[in-house]
T-cell receptor, first 113, second 115 residues
């Protein structure tokens, strides 16, 4: 089962910041939080990941709470092309040196003109 | 640098047939993972290969199999196709999969339709 909880859908006005929340209350100390997005019928696109510190790249910012039980993905200036399903994932260790991504249902973000 | 490539992009098969899908990882990546995505079950992990060895396997029947070649390219095979195997099959590659922050990058997927 996925270890994360996300709202099923959100709307955001074009040009405004989109803040996508994620709860991961059972996260372990060495598990990373990853964010991917998937535009209809395409492969998921990597956005950003983090462990405990806030992270920023050219696509987004990731804010992780101090207790690491939740995080927020921020798209600073949403455009219509940001309309997608956003997945928050805790990367789980599966043994034998292998990690896997366990996807939940994600948040369907709709950017409104 | 080229991304993950998957061939073919679209495939139509009939029940009982078998199918082979191919994945070429990003240059230098040695780990390849396969996922199945359906409207009902979402994205589910199939298996992961590293250095030609299967290191991890999801909860799928034995009809689903895979392999990895010495150049890290991977194939997955589904035998005795069922209608429920209709799905988007996604391949993802990463450097080693041995690190907690080793990022997986996905290909565009192969859309399989079973009639």
């Amino acid at each position: 089962d996925a270890k994360t909880t996300q709202p099923p859908s959100m709307d955001c006005a074009e040009g405004r910041a989109a803040n996508l929340p994620c709860n991961h209350s059972t996260i372990s100390g060495n598990e990373y939080v990853y964010w991917y997005r998937q535009i209809h019928s395409q492969g998921p696109q990597y956005i950003i990941h983090g462990l405990k510190n806030n992270e920023t790249n050219e696509m987004a910012s990731l804010i992780i709470t101090e207790d690491r039980k939740s995080s927020t993905l921020i798209l600073p200036h949403a455009t219509l092309r940001d309309t997608a399903v956003y997945y928050c994932i805790v990367r789980l260790y599966s043994g034998a040196g292998s990690y896997q991504l366990t996807f939940g249902k994600g948040t369907k973000l709709s950017v409104i003109p | 640098k080229a991304g993950v490539t998957q061939t073919p992009r679209y495939l139509i098969k009939t029940r009982g047939q078998q199918v082979t899908l191919s994945c070429s990882p990003i240059s230098g990546h040695r780990s390849v993972s396969w996922y199945q995505q359906t409207p009902g079950q979402g994205l589910q992990f199939l298996f992961e290969y590293f250095s030609e060895t299967q290191r991890n396997k999801g909860n799928f029947p034995g009809r689903f199999s895979g392999r990895q070649f010495s150049n890290s390219r991977s194939e997955m095979n589904v035998s005795t196709l069922e209608l429920g195997d209709s799905a988007l099959y996604l391949c993802a590659s990463s450097w080693t999969s041995g690190g907690a922050s080793d990022t997986q990058y996905f290909g565009p997927g192969t859309r399989l339709t079973v009639l």
